[in-house]
């Protein structure tokens, strides 16, 4: 690892943008193409990664979760001490995981990850997260024939989010839902072949299609975005009417997208028992 990149790791520096969810909750309900929205919890921060830091894309959707189970004081935050762990941090967590037997042939495949910049998808995550007591169900989504894993995956990722959704004793299921929902629920890890993201929410448009809604660590929140955050969004369409769709677009990932894998692996964070009370 170059000396560089070594003293900015050792620093703790990430890019990390807090407040986007909420900012994507107001261009959603002014997206003309938006049918419905369901959102993770809005205390999830989008970590990007440094230039040229290399393959840590995995670190990153790590920092990305943690960011959630510390603001919500989820199961397994003491272990944080109120801060977003370093990726050398990590890599210590993943390595006294596979010393007390934890997926240890992680470290036969990797030969080791400490100090390196080599590589870590799920099963480094969920070596971390065991070692940390932090409860999450882990499912892969494989199939050969186009689409198939696809699909399953985005049903998947629609039960989720609509566990979330919670109606009023008196309303009548049958009523229509507001146009956005932002949900206490936590975001998903999310991994397909070579590459991680952080699954923040789900979106149907109006042509009945559904996108995933991500935070990419390969990408910064543009300042179109940015400069929303803490205040009331006022997406002026006289100027541009695609203006909310545009901003919205890096973050969603469709079948375009989706279709080029067959497999997909995804780690969730068990739901709170009071969510879904």
Known sequence: MPDWLVKHLEKGLYVKAEGIIPVLAQLFEQCSSTRHALLCHPST????????EGGFCGYRNIQMLSSYIISTEYPGYQHFSGEIPTIFDIQEMIETAWDHGINPQGR???????GTRKYIGTPEAMAMFRLLQIPFDVQAFKDPEPGHSEKTLLDMVERYFQTGILLPEDQDPTTQIQKVKQTD????YFQHAGHSMT???LEYDKSGARNLIVFDPMFHDASNVTKHVGREVHVHHHLHPL???MALNPYRRGSKYLGRFREFEVIRLRPRPEINA
């Open 45 to 52: 921060n989008h970590v990007s990664k440094l230039k040229r």
């Open 243 to 245: 203006a909310a769709n």
């Open 185 to 188: 629920l936590p975001p998903i």
């Open 199 to 201: 699954i923040i929410g």
């Open 108 to 114: 036969v495949e990797t030969g080791g990850i400490r």
